[in-house]
């Protein structure tokens, strides 16, 4: 079954019945930036934790979880780890004007660093709200433009 990461407007990995956010909030990186190494993802998603072990525990628990849904979903080279899973923000940035519109739903991830279950780190909200507003940036030029 083939698989979709939606974010824009929200976050959903669609044909999934996976609605946890910090599974998908962490496949959603990877989808956008790539192959990314373990220990620079454990500390990005869980600075709150002083421990590198325990963070490199989350990071493990959180992958265990992704691969129940589909076993080759995170795939692991070495200290790295990556996606193939296609996410509507690489569709949107390759897309024709009026296809790439018709993607965009809203902004990307959409109040996800209002969600109180989370606790994201300074530079991953970061790294949300830059995207958000580069995208959001794109959109209003592709409306410009028609």
């Given at each position: 079954m083939k698989m979709h990461l939606r974010t824009f407007g929200g976050m959903v990995l669609e044909n999934s019945s996976l609605?946890?956010?910090l599974p998908l909030l962490?496949?959603?990186y990877l989808a956008i930036e790539g192959?990314?190494?373990?220990?620079f993802l454990a500390d990005l998603f869980w600075p709150h934790q002083s421990q590198k072990d325990r963070r490199l525990q989350s990071l493990s628990q959180t992958i265990y979880r992704l691969k129940r849904v589909q076993a080759n979903i995170v795939t692991v080279d070495g200290l790295y780890l990556n996606t193939i899973t296609p996410v509507d923000v690489q569709s949107f940035q390759i897309a024709s004007p009026k296809e790439a519109l018709e993607l965009y739903q809203g902004p990307f991830l959409l109040n996800i660093e209002?969600?109180?279950r989370l606790k994201l780190g300074e530079e991953l909200s970061e790294w949300i709200v830059n995207k958000r507003e580069?995208?959001?940036?794109?959109?209003?030029?592709?409306q410009?433009?028609?």
């Open positions: 609605n946890e956010r962490l496949l959603t192959k990314t190494h373990r220990q209002r969600d109180k580069v995208l959001q940036t794109q959109a209003l030029n592709l410009l433009e028609q």
